[in-house]
């Protein structure tokens, strides 16, 4: 019987915030797989024969989906009412909903075919019977041979796959000054996936031939005179065979059914009727979209280099629609930038599109531009210069649909908004020694960068201030114990660093620094004095005030010279070793009774001592990272394993650091 029913269209969840604004589903029913053939009856002892397996039941064809009419009109605000009707098993159910859609979520519309039924599989086939029993021998005759195993049942046969159910037609009508109302909708129409063939049943084993019949034996005795005239008694052992088992039935034969999956049901469709003021209705096959094909953009300055702090202009944004109708003609499509990581973008200032944009027409903003800053940046310590890629992503949006088009960006190329944040100067890693000795001096060299397209410095035409500060940062040293010299000679107040401030640099260029790092005659040994180098640039808005931008940092120890005295244990230390570790190396030492004396690796620049025939027992090697020119590494690289195999010859090493190289010299000891 056909009758309406109240329809059963889920709407606003409240447990379900991102779920669906509300679904209309005229989907099929699945199809009922087939049912299993039943499995053959075992032959009959004696060597009766399996039957054959049961055929499996046919499966049955997916549902065709039932139609969905439905209209879609705006109440004001971010409502809408949705009324119409649908079938569904052939009962039709009517729909009269009020949705909003101030929450994220779709107008989710269902017309699926339902899915064929899987094929069912075939019986078995039964199993033969046993042969019979063959007759046991007597004194008479000999047993016989068991009877014949009976042939297994052949397998039933499987059936095909069923069709899936046809997809159903939606269709959705609305009015010309309600179609912003269609970027909500989410539609499906597919045909119903086919099912799966079934199977072929397997073939019944024979049945295992009969026992042979049991073999008798006997004795006979006789008595008798002999030659001699004495009474002799003579027995005679007598046997008859049994019989041989019987051979065994045939296995049956597996179904041999061709059997196939079940096709795919037919897609359905979907229609948009659009009616305009004076009554008349466009059809179309489905919604508007819009993509955008590419954009440009370039910082504030045009310097080429996308500084923190610094606006971006994007312009000649090109925008398609690639949907199937004309845009909405009574609401905007805007276009803005998204706010994410280094983006730090107003997205209530936006560009609007034309209305009613027809299929494949593109627009290109010629004039009118988007624009937003860079997040600002602050170097918190030492390292390599800022350079954090970002990507440039745009948004399209109805606003009074509350809603943006998911695949807005879906065709264009990467590479189009990617940037890199920088600033447009740099300096080089300083380069120096890393240990002095009392009364020792140290060039100090370094190159400060312009990366950008434009000229810096205060009598660059920005006027934009540029400059480097060389400072004490920390440490154990103090002015005294400590000094700096520019390049003409002239000492610097560590309390307020050496600084130089370009009056102009031009673009893409650098100029190279020299200074000169002295120890005291009287400094403490292992003692350090840590520096830091920054490059200062004047801010953005604020041409004439620089701060630092991109920083390095340098630290020299004193060391203590070499002095070729026997000693029980030569102990290996470098430019992070402070006087606190050494101090306890050396009570460690002096409670082992043991004299010692040091070797600086980055003092020294080498470990050759160990070349020579050095009066030592022990060397204690200290095998952290240390600072070359070169960059870090560990002390043991400096020493060759053929040296350290030559060494061990002679006196222990002992490492003391990082256990994979203490695992590396082992082994190249061990050679």
Known sequence: MVFRVAADVAVEEPDRPDGPLAIVDSSGARGADGLAGSRGMDGSFGGGDGSRGGDAGPAYVGADAGAIRVELVSVGGFAASLTGEYSRGGERVSVDQRIRFDRSGQLEFRANGGAGGN???????????????????????????????????????????????????IVLRTSERDTHLLVLVHRECFGGVGGRAGFNGAGGPGGSGGSGGSSYSWTETEHYTDSQGQSQTRTTHHSNSGGSRGPSGSAGYSGSAVLRPGATGSVGSFAIEVVDAL??????????????????????????VYEPEEKVIVSRIAVKNVGAMPTPAFHDIVIGVVEAGWVDADESKLLTLPTALEPGQTHVFERETLEFSLHG???????????????IRLFAAIPAANRRFGAFESTLDPKTGAITVRFPVEVSAIESLYSLAQGQATRVRFRLSNVALSALGRGSPGGREFGVRFRLAGGELYDGEVRVFDAQGARARLDVGWSDVITVIDP??????ELVIAVAPDARPYTSARFELAAELAWLDDPKTARPVHLRDLTVRVGQPFSRTPADVLLLVNNRTDRHELAAWQQVFGELGLSHTLWDASLEGSVDVLAKDAPFSLAVVLDYEMDTASGATSASELVASERVHALTKKMGVLYVGDHRVLTRQTLAAGR
């Open 377 to 391: 940046h602050e170097p918190k310590a030492p390292g390599e210069p800022l350079g954090e890629r970002e990507t």
């Open 508 to 513: 893409q260029a650098h100029r190279d620094f």
């Open 119 to 169: 094929g069912g599989r075939g019986g078995d086939g039964g199993a033969g019977g046993t042969g019979r029993a063959g007759s046991d021998a007597t004194r008479y005759s000999s047993g016989s041979d068991g009877g014949r195993g009976g042939d297994g049942g052949n397998g039933g046969s499987g059936s095909h796959g069923a069709r899936g159910g046809a997809g159903g037609a």
């Open 279 to 304: 009554g008349a209705t466009q059809r179309y096959p489905d919604r508007y979209d819009v993509a955008v094909l590419g954009f440009q953009h370039d910082n504030e300055n045009r310097d080429g």
